[in-house]
């Protein structure tokens, strides 16, 4: 017999209250309660990172957390930071740098990053290498995506000293 608990969550800025098990993990409840697919399923052991998202603000891997354990919490998946017509400067990044090729890592990499840069927002690039160590990609070889932390760290550093360029850009 299946369990199943109450929650109330906000993600992406929307409330959300709903009945789940009570070991349906967050992952599987944001791709498949809410459709929120950019969260993608990797690994299922915390190896990947392709599964990243924020919780109050905090990096976390969504596969070795229970949806139920974020009862009250806000959770920002990727398609919370930006959209196609307003994309985070993260997003630019990886768009403009070539930081992706399939795709599969890129919004666990996204969210890992902007972790970092929401606690450090001029990092090395070795800050860089460490605050993605736990995020693979199969594909790129990293130095894109090294380069395309670095180009979204200039561009926020770069709103925040001149406000007009900001306005300008959107």
Request: glycine share 10%; with cysteine.
């Amino acid at each position: 017999m299946s369990q199943k608990v109450s929650i109330g969550v906000s993600v992406n800025g929307v409330m959300h209250r709903d009945e789940v098990e009570a070991r349906q993990l967050l992952v599987h409840y944001l791709r498949d309660s809410l459709g929120l697919t950019g969260t993608h399923v990797g690994c299922d052991t915390s190896q990947c990172g392709a599964c990243t998202v924020h919780v109050d603000g905090q990096a976390i891997k969504s596969c070795t957390v229970f949806a139920a354990q974020v009862d009250g919490c806000a959770v920002t998946t990727v398609e919370g930071i930006g959209s196609t017509t307003d994309m985070h400067p993260l997003q630019e990044g990886f768009w403009e740098m070539h930081g992706l090729q399939c795709g599969f890592c890129t919004p666990g990499m996204i969210m890992s990053a902007a972790d970092l840069l929401s606690h450090n927002p001029d990092p090395s690039d070795d800050d860089i290498r460490h605050a993605l160590e736990g995020n693979f990609c199969r594909c790129t070889g990293y130095h894109n995506i090294l380069k395309a932390v670095r180009y979204a760290a200039d561009k926020m550093a770069s709103r925040e000293t001149n406000p007009e360029t900001a306005a300008a850009d959107d």
